[in-house]
Structures are given as C-alpha cells and as structure tokens.
C-alpha cells in the first residue's frame, strides 16, 4: 500500500534552517508529481512546494527564494530544505502524492520561535 513518511521537523530559532524528508512507497515514485503541504493551528492547509518527475519545481510566494524541493528517485524521497525559517511557518507539513485519490503522510512539526 501507499506510505509517504515524512521526518526531520522541530523546534528552530528564526532565522534558522530545517531539512524535512519525506520517504514514500507502494508506487511508482519516479513518475509522479510530489507536493509539501503545510497546516498552521487554526488554518487551512496549504500548498507549499511541488517538483515534478522531471524535477521542475514550483512554490508558494510565501516561501519562494527560502525554500527548496529537490527528490531523489532512487531512495524514492523527496525533501523540502527550509532556510530563514520564520514564525509564522510554524506548522504541521506534510508530504502528498495525487494517484487515484490522494494520499498523505501523518506530518512532521516545524516550529520557529521568535
């Protein structure tokens, strides 16, 4: 079956760094599209960053030029590198992959104190 497990958040002073992995299987990761998502308290979860099988990426205004998605095919990761984290990216991000219907990891919490 599908499983996206995602690793690496915590707790990060402003101004810090954070790599978030996410490990996925029960499919052909190679050729799908991959996606992090993020969900503050109190808010909608959002799309915040998305590569493609050939690698090309996109992202949300909010975190384009701190944040970076790259994949690896052969270990079937992805990873979200976030740089100048702030505050107001706390949230809970998760790793989702669209198939027949979408599948998500169970998210990994990235919290940045001011």
């Known amino acids: 079956q599908v499983q996206l497990v995602e690793s690496g958040g915590g707790l990060v002073q402003a101004g810090g760094s954070l790599r978030l992995s996410c490990e996925a299987s029960g499919y052909m990761f190679s050729i799908k599209t991959m996606n992090w998502y993020r969900q503050a308290p109190g808010k909608a979860r959002e799309l915040v960053a998305v590569?493609?099988?050939?690698?090309?990426?996109n992202y949300a205004e909010s975190v384009k030029g701190r944040f970076t998605i790259s994949r690896d095919n052969a270990k079937k990761a992805v990873y979200l590198q976030m740089n100048s984290l702030k505050p107001e990216d706390t949230a809970v991000y998760y790793c989702n992959v669209r198939l027949a219907m979408d599948y998500w990891g169970k998210g990994t919490l990235v919290t940045v104190s001011s």
């Open positions: 590569i493609t099988s050939g690698g090309s990426t």
